[in-house]
Structure formats: C-alpha cells, structure tokens
C-alpha cells in the first residue's frame, strides 16, 4: 500500500477512534445521571418545606446550611427542581425554617401541609383539572385572560375538578376567592397577600377545614380571574 494512503488510512482511523470514544463517554455519562423523582406528599398533619433548588449550586448550597440530622431529597414538584424538607408538626416551625433558609441561602419555600378529612383524600384520586382558554363553572365563562399576581404570597387551594368548593373555600377565608396557574395547573386563589402572617394563618385554616392548600410566592403565579361566582 502507497505511503499517504497509510497515512490517510491511519489518520482516519484515529478520529474514528475518538469519536467512537466520545459518543460512549457521552452515553456512559448520559446513563450515570439519576432520574429525579416526583416528590412524595406530606403524611398527614406535617408541614412540608418544598425549596426551589433548580441548580446542583443550590442544592450544595442548602445541603451545608442544613444541621445533618434534617432529612432533605431533591426531587420535582410540577415543573419546579425542590429540595423536600419534612417533618414539620407546626406551620410556625416550617414558618422559622423557611426563613432560615430564605436568609442563609437565598432560596424561596413553598409550605404544604396534608388535610386529614376523608372528603379530600378521595378528591385526590380524581382526573387533575387541565388550563383551558375557557373554563365553564356551572353555565358561567370566565374569560381567559392571564395576569401576573406580583410581590406578596398566595395560597393556592387545589380544587380536584371540583368547582364547588370555591363556595367553601370563600367561606373559610371570610372573602372572594379568585382563579390563578401555577405551575402550568389552575388553582383557586384563596389569598393574595404581603403580610407573611396573614399568609399562615390563612393556610393553616384551610387545612383545618381539609382542603388541600399550598403556600407559594406569589410572583410566579398568574392570575386568571380576581373573582370566581358560582350560581
């Protein structure tokens, strides 16, 4: 065989080499990384601490402003990457924790809770509401338009295909519940507020009635009716 052929031959088959060594190093890699699971509910009567942690960075970051002896897992609730910190028996203990790590890490916490009423536990195992362009609550349209909630804190209230409840819900908070999206699911809008009390006095009501409610940052829910009426 001529020289340069040898030559060529040689040169091709090292960048062969290389790149058949890349795409396994690249699968190998691919296949190391662990699927992130969905976060497991809070048992009944706990408060859950859900930090927004997207980054490895933030994980690490709250993993060393946590004492060793307070579980946590990355897991994903909705669309958000959270660290779940559980085992809370008082909201004012998730509330002092939530705090602690907003002010050491910087990070934001959604506050859970699990209601014990038999009534909600079976609503969970109905079909989850989709957002639609309108959404009919007996004979009444809403019209779909979307708005920012802004600075502040919502309680969200998930109503399980059940549109009903906003009656309930509007008699528990004493006021007119609205409709918002977060996490690319529709919820009632018991309480949009400043006042961080208020915001936990609110939640814990809710979940002493037995409705399912969560406290989130208001910035990243989208108001889609201030008010919701049921005939």
């Not at 536990?121 to 309108?134: F, K, V």
């Not at 349209?141 to 059940?162: H, K």
């Not at 006095?201 to 910035?219: C, H, I, P, W």
Request: with cysteine.
């Amino acid at each position: 065989m001529h020289p340069k052929s040898v030559q060529k031959f040689e040169t091709l088959s090292s960048a062969l080499g290389f790149a058949i060594a890349g795409l396994i190093g690249s699968m190998t890699y691919a296949i190391a990384q662990p699927a992130i699971p969905v976060c497991q509910p809070p048992s009944a009567g706990e408060y859950l601490l859900l930090v927004v942690s997207p980054t490895a960075n933030n994980q690490k970051q709250l993993r060393s402003a946590l004492p060793n002896e307070i579980p946590s897992t990355t897991c994903q609730y909705l669309t958000e990457i959270v660290t779940r910190i559980g085992g809370f028996k008082k909201i004012d203990d998730a509330n002092r924790w939530a705090r602690y790590i907003n002010n050491i890490a910087g990070l934001s916490a959604i506050i859970t809770t699990r209601p014990a009423a038999p009534n909600v536990a079976q609503a969970q195992t109905q079909t989850q509401p989709q957002i639609q362009p309108q959404i009919q609550l007996q004979s009444q349209t809403i019209s779909y338009n979307p708005q920012a909630l802004g600075e502040g804190f919502a309680i969200l209230v998930d109503y399980f295909n059940r549109p009903e409840l906003a009656n309930s819900v509007q008699q528990t908070v004493g006021g007119n519940v609205g409709f918002a999206s977060y996490g690319q699911r529709p919820y009632l809008l018991a309480v949009h507020t400043t006042n961080q009390q208020e915001a936990y006095n609110t939640l814990q009501k809710l979940n002493e009635r037995g409705f399912f409610a969560v406290l989130v940052d208001s910035r990243n829910v989208v108001l889609l009716r201030s008010v919701v009426r049921l005939q």
